[in-house]
């Protein structure tokens, strides 16, 4: 399963279907089919709602292009991408958020649109007002086919093996975390990383273990347990085994639960969601037990 390197496609595009930008992929709400294991609701636990997940989508995308707005020059070399500038890193996102808009707008299908309905190959202009102006209408497509489509429009998608929905309202929530993440790489570029907000890291992290990490192809490592503790209160288990990757909620002091975790790592929700996507090391959480699995994991990709 794909894990913590920088940009990785999801597992999907083993598949020859959907690239996106960043870590695993996330397992969605709390719409659990019968396959799965019921999830245990932390008391904390918060659940976004579709326009919680819009409202975040315009925020981040704002702080995005007030990082670009900011840049001394597009052709500053990004540091988690040594590979792409800045302009590179805004092509690249906007384009991605124009293929999710159409894949929302195409609805039920099999197979994610073809590339004309998002692209038409002219690319994003080099000139940064008009960069500005192309990355403000790419979001704009993006919140526009959500709007219509609503919170439960069936649609394509890449999860079809995890408990998280096949809607538009799934890909309103895994647009989130991929925006504010690239938006830290903006920031990284001009010395001034931020944090992701509390709000935007907590739902994330969930997203990504229910959309990205769960998984019913049966892990081929010794059965583990992995626990993830976000400081905000929140905390995650997954099971590894010969039954696939399953993942619940849970609060430490109030479920009692005779198993320990093999290993795990502690930090903010924040740091939780950037070592996710490999934009720190393991290093700059608190992890306990056999750090092997985490490189297991990093490793293993269901898909092939």
Not at 108 to 134: I, Q, T, V, Y
Not at 153 to 178: I, K
């Amino acid at each position: 399963m794909v894990f913590h390197v920088a940009d990785v496609a999801f597992r999907a595009s083993h598949k020859g279907t959907y690239q996106c930008q960043g870590g695993w992929r996330d397992r969605l709400r709390n719409s659990l089919s019968g396959r799965w294991r019921t999830v245990v609701e932390s008391r904390v636990h918060k659940i976004l709602t579709f326009p919680d997940h819009l409202r975040l989508i315009n925020e981040r995308s704002a702080a995005f292009r007030a990082a670009v707005a900011a840049a001394p020059r597009l052709d500053m070399q990004v540091p988690t991408h040594p590979e792409r500038t800045l302009f590179d890193l805004v092509q690249h996102v906007g384009m991605a958020r124009r293929k999710s808009a159409a894949i929302v707008a195409a609805g039920p299908a099999d197979a994610p649109p073809e590339k004309s309905a998002w692209d038409d190959g002219m690319g994003a202009p080099r000139e940064r007002e008009a960069l500005l102006a192309w990355w403000t209408e790419s979001i704009e497509h993006l919140t526009s086919a959500l709007r219509e489509a609503g919170p439960d429009r069936r649609c394509w998608t890449w999860w079809d093996d995890s408990p998280s929905p096949q809607t538009s309202g799934a890909w309103a929530r895994r647009q989130v975390p991929e925006i504010a993440v690239y938006t830290y790489d903006a920031q990284l570029t001009l010395g001034a990383p931020q944090p992701l907000p509390d709000e935007v890291a907590l739902d994330g992290f969930d997203d990504c273990q229910f959309t990205v990490c769960a998984t019913t192809v049966a892990w081929p490592h010794d059965p583990a347990i992995v626990d993830y503790h976000a400081t905000e209160g929140q905390s995650w288990r997954l099971r590894l085994s010969h039954d696939g990757a399953q993942v619940a909620r849970f609060t430490p002091a109030a479920d009692a639960d005779p198993e320990t975790a093999d290993a795990s790592a502690r930090g903010t929700a924040s740091d939780l969601v950037l070592f996710f996507y490999g934009r720190i090391p393991l290093e700059s959480l608190k992890f306990e037990g056999d750090r092997r699995i985490f490189d297991q994991l990093a490793a293993w990709d269901p898909s092939v």
